[in-house]
């Protein structure tokens, strides 16, 4: 208490200063409007920047769970887009239905490899959460590759960059079919080869998936044609494709599930018998 009177003794004529100082400014900016607003306009200014400040470093934190519940609201627009196509109903739906035939669930890419001949990426989900093999893998930018592998907490997917990958893929402006393979050259090239010699295939026509496997729906997007040219025959063409996925920067994915997969398995089983 002591080292206070002594600090106000030999600090009063300052301390005065202030206090009539600031009793001075009080009195200007209630006596003139105009030096009330600027004060509150410079006081808004300094007091919404703080909270802009406090808010941004908020949201840095918040960032994966942003993420996390983005990743999920776009899973359920894929449950409807894709059971409402498979239906062939184009009434709007007014609530979210993931009762249909496709369902998405959302997974983490923990490895990736685009590097080698037949790569592969590991993802964090498993059999606990329902994954299986031949199940389809995408991004919102397109396919993947296909689950070939299972543990209780985490999946193998065989990516499209692999030298045994064979997907069925068609021309989107028709209905002429392929098969998408890798030549193991690019990351960021595939190849559509077996496509009809009579299909209208033109430079920048998009490639999607054909949706004649109980894998991934029709109407995926896959990349858009590079280049084509005729096979030996000359009866069909071999398309090269630029991929929309950048397969070297994965992340997130979206795991297709066919809830039908089983019964279009035996129906094919059966018919070929």
């Known amino acids: 208490?002591?080292?206070?009177?002594?600090?106000?003794?030999?600090?009063?004529?300052?301390?005065?200063?202030?206090?009539?100082f600031s009793l001075s400014l009080i009195l200007t900016?209630?006596?003139?409007?105009?030096?009330?607003?600027?004060?509150?306009?410079?006081?808004?200014?300094?007091?919404?920047?703080?909270?802009?400040?406090?808010?941004?470093?908020?949201?840095?934190?918040?960032?994966?769970?942003?993420?996390?519940?983005?990743?999920?609201?776009?899973?359920?627009?894929?449950?409807?887009?894709?059971?409402?196509s498979t239906r062939g109903d184009s009434v709007v739906v007014d609530s979210f239905n993931t009762d249909g035939?496709?369902?998405?669930?959302?997974?983490?890419?923990?490895?990736?490899?685009?590097?080698?001949?037949?790569?592969?990426?590991?993802?964090?989900?498993?059999?606990?959460?329902?994954?299986?093999e031949d199940f389809g893998v995408l991004t919102s930018k397109g396919i993947v590759g296909i689950i070939d592998n299972t543990s209780d907490s985490y999946a193998?997917?065989?990516?499209?960059?692999?030298?045994?990958?064979?997907?069925?893929?068609?021309?989107?402006n028709s209905n002429h079919i392929g098969s998408l393979i890798w030549d193991g050259k690019s990351p960021h090239k595939v190849q559509l080869v077996d496509v009809s010699k009579f299909a209208p295939v033109n430079v920048g026509d998009t490639i999607i998936t054909g949706g004649q496997s109980s894998i991934f729906p029709k109407g995926i997007l896959?990349?858009?044609?590079?280049?084509?040219?005729?096979?030996?025959?000359?009866?069909?063409?071999?398309?090269?494709?630029?991929?929309?996925?950048?397969?070297?920067?994965?992340?997130?994915v979206y795991i297709v599930k066919n809830r039908d997969k089983e019964e279009i398995e035996l129906l094919d089983k059966t018919t070929n018998e």
């Open 1 to 20: 208490m002591q080292q206070i009177i002594n600090f106000v003794i030999r600090n009063k004529t300052f301390l005065l200063f202030l206090v009539l």
């Open 29 to 84: 900016i209630q006596s003139h409007s105009y030096h009330r607003s600027k004060f509150i306009n410079s006081a808004n200014s300094i007091t919404g920047g703080i909270y802009g400040s406090i808010n941004s470093f908020s949201q840095y934190f918040r960032l994966r769970d942003d993420n996390h519940r983005l990743l999920d609201e776009n899973r359920l627009l894929r449950d409807k887009l894709y059971n409402r």
């Open 101 to 132: 035939t496709y369902k998405f669930i959302t997974a983490s890419v923990y490895k990736n490899s685009y590097s080698a001949t037949n790569n592969y990426l590991t993802i964090n989900k498993g059999e606990s959460d329902g994954i299986q």
């Open 156 to 172: 193998r997917v065989m990516s499209i960059l692999n030298s045994k990958s064979r997907i069925n893929a068609q021309l989107k």
């Open 222 to 252: 896959i990349g858009e044609i590079a280049s084509y040219e005729s096979d030996v025959s000359g009866d069909t063409y071999n398309i090269e494709i630029d991929l929309f996925n950048d397969m070297t920067d994965l992340g997130y």
